[in-house]
């Protein structure tokens, strides 16, 4: 006695399983495009797309899906990858980039910041023969918080650098910030209207 299922009954189970993958596949979403990188660098985005990259830099198995190649950390602040496709940041073309803190920053070869700085009319942070940082505070707005509440600020402001690790190279990029508002008790302690900018540029430019 043949064992064999009829060919009717194989092709009714072959369709029946290739439509089931597919529901399976239209069930699972497809991962979420990331933010323009050479935006995100140039202060053109908001915070929500700086944290988009998060997961990108918890696991080096996802940077490598997007061509980048993770480097030896020469800083103990900043994780480092060179990207297969370079990115124009600035008007300026490299395959180098950095996370650190709050901020992404592409390295440029460029030995002198200043050059970057004052194209760009920064202000200036440092200016010394052996440190400089640069910044502008690119944008900020009042948003609805993580919490639902408004009064967030978020904020993006251009950072332009140079740091010990990487010698003869300029950093330039941008940190977002997205921070609550103030507290009464805060505004009672420090002057209630009274506000003090941060040298953002440090966030992106550890030593």
């Known amino acids: 006695m043949s064992h064999r299922l009829p060919a009717a009954l194989l092709l009714a189970a072959t369709l029946s399983v290739a439509a089931a993958i597919r529901a399976q596949q239209a069930q699972d979403p497809a991962p979420a495009a990331l933010p323009d990188l050479s935006a995100l660098l140039e202060c053109r985005l908001g915070y929500a797309d700086f944290m988009a990259y998060m997961p990108v830099l918890q696991d080096p198995l996802k940077a490598v899906a997007l061509g980048w190649r993770p480097q030896p950390q020469a800083n103990p602040f900043m994780l480092d990858y060179r990207l297969n496709t370079p990115v124009t940041v600035f008007g300026r073309q490299t395959d180098h980039i950095a996370f650190a803190g709050d901020g992404v920053v592409a390295v440029l070869d460029l030995a002198d910041p200043r050059v970057l700085a004052r194209e760009l009319k920064l202000e200036t942070g440092v ?20 919490d639902g509440l408004p009064g967030w600020i ?12 990487h010698p003869g190279k300029t950093l330039a990029g941008c940190s977002y910030s997205l921070d609550p508002p103030e507290t009464e008790d805060a505004d009672a302690g420090t002057g209630a209207g009274t506000t003090t900018a941060a040298p953002s540029p440090a966030a992106a430019d550890p030593r």
């Open 154 to 165: 978020e904020s993006a402001v251009i950072n332009v650098s140079n740091v010990d690790s």
């Open 127 to 146: 200016d010394t023969p052996n440190k400089a940082i640069f910044g502008l505070e690119a944008h900020a707005e009042e948003v609805v918080g993580p």
